[in-house]
């Protein structure tokens, strides 16, 4: 969580600062800032919140243990959205002219990417988790009109890849991204077609992986790996990728989050819906009936309720299916100067 932090003495303004709290590892440490050094209190450390809700940010390597930055009614997760701003002072700093000194928190919204993202998902899907639009039928024939499935392959691939299209994203990303060949089911050497930002397609890792290498960002910027230790998670509207085994386990689902606060996530996702089926007559005997196929399973779209296992990054799969998450796409870094 990033938290914009104002202190003021004497009616006029101190010193600012920019920091990052990290829930999972209850961490802090200031990102930027202007004036904050002069001030007498740490730059790092751990938080604590206490139960008459405050919070405590201070450093066990300094002596003083009075020495704590303190925030009423503060953020008790990330994010939070019933705690977005506050007030809060300096208990006893080093520098005496700040002592009981008054700050401003304030932790910033949604980015418009993120707002506009979870606005597309509101505005075409249903509004109750774990049920899902009718595929061949309105609204869903806007995201994608196949119905039947090749082999056992959902179309989840096709939402993150609408999203952008949604967003007219190939200005901002117009790269074209060339896979790996691969060996198809009948043994067959395939060569994927070129793909783009708005391509239904499930290799997200490697196509943010490459752009970054493209565009010699840092590791990370794109393409954000799981990990339980440092105790991030996908924010919303990040484009987030399932494995099918912990770690670097083989490919099982890409959505896009849309709440991912405590250990219940939402996630917005085509690939969801079991197969519907008819009877109908049989062309080789009348007299009987045969199974025709109207749509496959994982062919519709939908919100999605899925627990979460902080420890290991264990999720409620497709279809009963334990899944593990893998990593998230960071949407605002790959979507930067949207507006």
């Known amino acids: 969580m990033l938290m914009e932090v104002t202190v003021t ?5 101190a010193a600012w600062a920019q920091l990052d709290l990290n829930y999972a590892s209850k ?24 139960s008459w809700d405050v919070m405590w940010l201070g450093n066990p390597a300094i002596q003083n243990k009075d020495n704590v930055i303190v925030l009423w009614n503060p953020p008790t997760m990330d994010p939070d959205p019933t705690h977005r701003g506050g007030e ?14 008054k700050l401003q928190w304030s932790v910033a919204g949604l980015t418009p990417v993120r707002q506009r993202i979870l606005d597309i998902c509101k505005g075409i899907l249903p509004g ?15 995201i994608t009109s196949d119905m039947i499935s090749s082999g056992k392959v959902t179309n989840c691939g096709v939402f993150p890849g609408w999203i952008a299209g949604q967003l007219g994203a190939r200005a901002l990303v117009p790269e074209m991204v060339q896979f790996k060949p691969y060996t198809d089911a009948t043994g067959k050497q395939v060569t994927p077609p070129l793909a783009a930002v708005t391509s239904p397609m499930t ?11 493209s565009r010699k960002l840092k590791a990370g910027t794109l393409w954000v790996p799981f990990d339980a230790a440092r105790g991030d998670r996908p924010q919303p509207g990040d484009f987030y990728v399932l494995a099918k085994k912990p770690g670097n386990g ?17 996630t917005a996702d085509c690939g969801q819906g079991q197969e519907n089926t008819i009877m109908v007559p049989d ?3 009348s007299s009987k009936k045969i199974k025709k196929l109207i749509w496959s399973r994982g062919m519709a779209a939908g919100y999605r309720r899925r627990e979460f296992d902080p420890t290991d990054g264990g999720m409620t799969g497709e279809f009963g299916e334990k899944r593990w998450l893998k990593g998230w796409v960071n949407v605002d870094n790959l979507f930067a100067g949207w507006k």
């Open 9 to 13: 003495s004497g009616g006029k303004k």
């Open 128 to 142: 109750t988790p774990d049920t899902f639009l009718t595929p061949g039928k309105p609204p869903m024939t806007r």
């Open 203 to 213: 290799a997200w890792e490697d196509f943010a992986l490459k752009l970054e290498q």
């Open 283 to 285: 062309p080789a005997d």
């Open 250 to 266: 083989e490919f099982g689902h890409v959505g896009v989050m849309i709440d991912s606060v405590g250990t219940v996530w939402i």
């Open 88 to 101: 809060g002072r300096f208990a006893d700093p080093f520098n005496s002219n700040y002592k009981y000194a």
């Open 27 to 50: 961490t802090w440490f200031v990102q930027e800032n202007t004036g904050w050094g002069s001030l007498g209190v740490a730059k790092d450390g751990y938080f604590e919140l206490k």
